[in-house]
């Protein structure tokens, strides 16, 4: 089985790197041989089969690393995927500080790969965490039973965007911050716009 073609997209990508250049190339030429297409998602390689994201490749000042996109419903036999935040619910990365550990852990991400190509097959997905599920800081909470209108907008964003909000403001370690991210955060969300828009 020949290799799947190269997006000439990921080409500049690579050969602009400025860290990790080593690593990207060999990561990229391992899951490329694994039958995936290429292209470049929110700024980096992002490889996919029937369309549905599989894998990506980026880097970090520590690390590069590779992410499943379904990473929780791997095996992970090698005890290798990293949860990134607590808050992350499908996503696992493998991470490595070096070409030459790409090149001890190739069978390693080539199997990944595989599986992670073998789970999308099977339609499998995975279940997340209902809005409610997540922490309702008190600040937040004390704002909005103060405000029926901000407790309307809040309701009607999406439950992404919601739990963007909650994961913000419970973020903070003093109640002095999260106070101060809720205010900041009000007009946003009474304007119906999440946390990014």
């Not at 994201?53 to 980026?58: A, D, M, Q, S």
């Not at 309307?152 to 101060?180: N, V, W």
Request: with cysteine; charged share 30%.
């Amino acid at each position: 089985m020949k290799k799947k073609e190269t997006n000439p997209k990921v080409d500049a990508y690579v050969e602009q790197a400025t860290t990790w250049q080593a690593a990207l190339r060999k990561l990229r030429a391992i899951i490329l041989d694994c039958q995936l297409n290429e292209e470049l998602k929110w700024g980096v390689p992002c490889y996919t089969f029937n369309d549905a994201n599989i894998v990506l490749i980026h880097t970090f000042k520590e690390y590069c690393a590779i992410l499943f996109f379904k990473g929780s419903l791997l095996k992970d036999e090698e005890g290798v995927l990293i949860q990134q935040t607590k808050n992350v619910q499908a996503g696992r990365q493998i991470r490595f500080t070096s070409a030459s550990q790409v090149d001890e852990m190739q069978a390693v991400v080539k199997a990944y790969v595989q599986e992670a190509v073998a789970v999308e097959k099977a339609g499998l997905s995975v279940e997340f965490k209902e809005t409610a599920d997540f922490d309702m800081p008190e600040e937040f909470q004390a704002r909005l039973d103060d405000s029926p209108q901000l407790q309307e907008a809040f309701e009607a964003l999406t439950p992404g965007r919601q739990r963007a909000y909650l994961l913000h403001f419970a973020e903070a370690k003093q109640s002095k911050t999260r106070t101060a991210r809720v205010e900041k955060c009000v007009p946003h969300i009474l304007a119906g716009k999440g946390l990014k828009d």
